[in-house]
């Protein structure tokens, strides 16, 4: 089955320091790959996306993730974070079988702390 | 506004009852799922449908239920069978559900057995 790794549980910066949150998935085929946030006592909201093309992706937000295929990675970057940016993040990977894309896989999440 | 609602926001069960959340959408989705939220464990999947009147297990379905009488509305019932219910329910969907184009997530149910 497919597993969706963030091996940061918990990362504390100070403002305007830069920012990269690892994932790391397990499925060897054709992905498609998301970053989400959850802001303290919101929903959760999708920050980016990447389905084909240009492996560097830009989201909201100043976010940016980049996919790197032979390392089944999608990592999260900020160049400087923002007190606003304390919330958790989720990275999610959906599996595209038959042409058909699976429900999505979430990692354990990654709570970001920016201290002022 | 387009959303997804859930309700009730919190929900408190003694040991023994069963449950019903309930996951409305006006978003016109073809697809809704139910994932389960703890704490350093991420979003785990509970149940899923793609199309009215069907519905698949998930990761963790053992001790819940579902129905998917109406494209807007997919209940979830947390039943006396799930040894450790306590915890954040999200409900979501999407409006591809053979290529995800990523969910609309409703700002959950917060449960707790007392």
């Known amino acids: 089955a497919q597993s969706v790794s963030q091996h940061n549980h918990h990362v504390i910066l100070s403002e305007a320091a830069s920012l990269e949150l690892g994932c790391n998935y397990s499925y060897g085929g054709t992905v498609n790959l998301f970053w989400y946030v959850q802001y303290p006592g919101q929903h959760l909201q999708l920050l980016l996306k990447y389905f084909s093309g240009d492996p560097l992706v830009k989201g909201i937000k100043g976010f940016e993730a980049e996919f790197i295929k032979s390392k089944f990675s999608f990592n999260l970057r900020k160049p400087s974070v923002q007190w606003s940016d304390t919330a958790e993040y989720f990275c999610?990977?959906?599996?595209?079988?038959?042409?058909?894309?699976?429900?999505?896989?979430f990692g354990s999440g990654t709570q970001l702390t920016v201290l002022p | 506004d387009g959303g997804i609602t859930q309700s009730p926001k919190y929900l408190f069960r003694k040991e023994g009852q069963n449950v019903t959340l309930s996951c409305e959408q006006n978003l016109n989705h073809d697809a809704m799922y139910w994932y389960r939220q703890d704490p350093g464990q991420g979003l785990r999947l509970i149940y899923y449908s793609q199309i009215v009147n069907d519905f698949q297990k998930g990761d963790i379905a053992e001790g819940y239920s579902v129905s998917r009488e109406k494209k807007e509305s997919f209940p979830l019932t947390v039943t006396s069978a799930q040894k450790n219910p306590t915890a954040f329910y999200l409900c979501?969907?999407?409006?591809?559900?053979?290529?995800?184009?990523?969910?609309?997530f409703g700002s959950g149910t917060r449960l707790t057995v007392v």
């Open positions: 979501a969907s999407s409006n591809q559900p053979g290529r995800v184009f990523g969910y609309t």
């Open positions: 999610a990977v959906s599996e595209i079988s038959s042409g058909s894309a699976r429900q999505l896989t």
